[in-house]
C-alpha cells in the first residue's frame, strides 16, 4: 500500500449545530464513498493520535491554546467566531485532526508510505497563530508542517492550497519563513476578507473571480504555481485539499469539475516525483456538497494512489 488514510472517529463528534455546513455528514460521505468504490481496501487505515501541547506550540501561541480550552463549553455550544461553533467534544475532535497531520509526516518521512491523505474535521486552513476563524480551531496542516521542519530538519516544503477559500492562518503562519513555499488560489474578493492578495519571496497567491471556471484556474496554475514550485524543488508537498471551488458546491462561486481536482492533483503528484520522493501529506480543508465532495475526494486518493 502506497497510501495512508489517517483519521479518528472522533472528529464525527465535532457537533458544530443545526444546519451547519461543516459537519460530521462530510466524513461520512467520503468514507462511504471510499468503501462502495472498493478504494478503502486499498488504502492504508492509520487511527490519528492526539497532537501534543508541544507541537501545538510550534505555530499557535500560549495564550491562544488557554483560551480556547476555556472557551470549550460543557454542555451545548460556544462560538469561537461568527461562523466557528464548538461544542463538547471538539477539543477532542480537533486534537485528532492536527496529530492526524503530525502522523501523516512521520509515516511519509518514515517511509512507511509514499503519501497520505487526513481525513479530518475540523478543518484547518483560516486558523492563525492566535485566533480561530471560519470553521477552524487549529491549523492542522501547519502543525504538520512545522513537526516536518524541526523534527526531520527539512530545509524546503511547499505548501499548496486549493480550497476556494484564502489560506489566511497558513499565510499568517508561515509568511516570511524561507523554508516554505506557500502557494494558494481562492476566490476573490471573497471570505476570509483577510489579507489582501500579495506575491512574497514565499507567498505565491492567485485571486480568482467569481466567475472563474477550470481555463482559468487551470491557466492560472501553469502560469504561477508549477514553476514556483519546480524551481523550489520541495522535499516534501503539503496539500490544503479543499473542494469547496466545485461547481456543485453552493459555498462559492467558482465553477470546478471533478476533472479539475484530478488534473491538479496529477501536477502535483509529478512535483513530488521529481523533487521529493513522492512525498505528500494532503489534509482535508474544506467542501460541503457531500456527493461532489465524495466524489472528488476518491479521485484525489486515485491520483496519490497512481490507480
Ligand atoms: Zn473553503
Not at 491562544?64 to 461568527?82: F, H, I, R, S, T
Not at 472563474?212 to 522535499?235: C, G, M, V, Y
Not at 516525483?273 to 466524489?295: M, Q
Request: hydrophobic share 40%; aromatic share 8%; proline share 5%.
Amino acid at each position: 500500500m502506497s497510501t495512508a488514510y489517517i483519521s479518528h472517529q472522533i472528529c464525527h463528534l465535532h457537533d458544530t449545530g443545526q444546519g451547519h455546513p461543516e459537519n460530521a455528514s462530510r466524513l461520512s460521505a467520503i468514507e462511504d464513498k471510499l468503501l462502495i468504490s472498493g478504494l478503502s481496501d486499498f488504502l492504508g487505515n492509520v487511527e490519528a493520535p492526539e497532537v501534543t501541547q508541544d507541537q501545538l506550540l510550534r505555530v499557535h501561541s500560549a495564550e491562544y491554546l488557554a483560551n480556547l480550552e476555556a472557551m470549550m463549553p460543557q454542555k451545548g455550544y460556544a462560538k469561537l467566531d461568527p461562523d466557528t461553533i464548538v461544542s463538547p467534544d471538539t477539543m477532542k475532535a480537533a486534537k485528532r485532526a492536527a496529530g492526524a497531520v503530525v502522523s501523516a509526516v512521520d509515516q511519509v518521512m518514515g517511509n512507511q508510505f509514499r503519501n497520505a491523505f487526513c481525513s479530518v474535521r475540523p478543518p484547518g486552513h483560516h486558523a492563525e497563530s492566535a485566533r480561530a476563524m471560519g470553521f477552524c480551531v487549529f491549523n492542522n496542516l501547519a502543525v504538520g508542517a512545522a513537526h516536518a521542519l524541526e523534527t526531520y530538519g527539512l530545509e524546503k516544503i511547499a505548501i499548496v492550497d486549493f480550497d476556494v477559500h484564502q489560506g489566511n492562518g497558513t499565510e499568517d503562519i508561515f509568511i516570511g519563513n524561507d523554508k516554505v513555499l506557500y502557494c494558494s488560489i481562492f476566490q476573490h474578493p471573497f471570505f476570509p476578507f483577510a489579507l489582501p492578495p500579495k506575491n512574497t519571496a514565499n507567498v505565491i497567491s492567485i485571486p480568482l473571480d467569481a466567475t472563474a471556471k477550470s481555463t482559468e484556474f487551470r491557466t492560472a496554475i501553469n502560469d504561477h504555481w508549477l514553476p514556483a514550485l519546480e524551481s523550489f524543488q520541495p522535499e516534501i508537498i503539503f496539500i490544503s485539499a479543499g473542494f469547496d471551488a466545485h461547481r456543485d458546491d453552493d459555498m462559492s462561486h467558482v465553477s470546478l469539475v471533478d476533472d479539475d481536482f484530478k488534473w491538479v492533483t496529477e501536477q502535483i503528484v509529478r512535483i513530488a516525483d521529481a523533487s521529493a520522493s513522492g512525498r505528500i501529506v494532503s489534509v482535508l480543508e474544506g467542501g460541503y456538497e457531500l456527493n461532489s465532495l465524495a466524489r472528488c475526494v476518491e479521485m484525489h486518493l486515485r491520483v496519490l494512489m497512481k490507480l
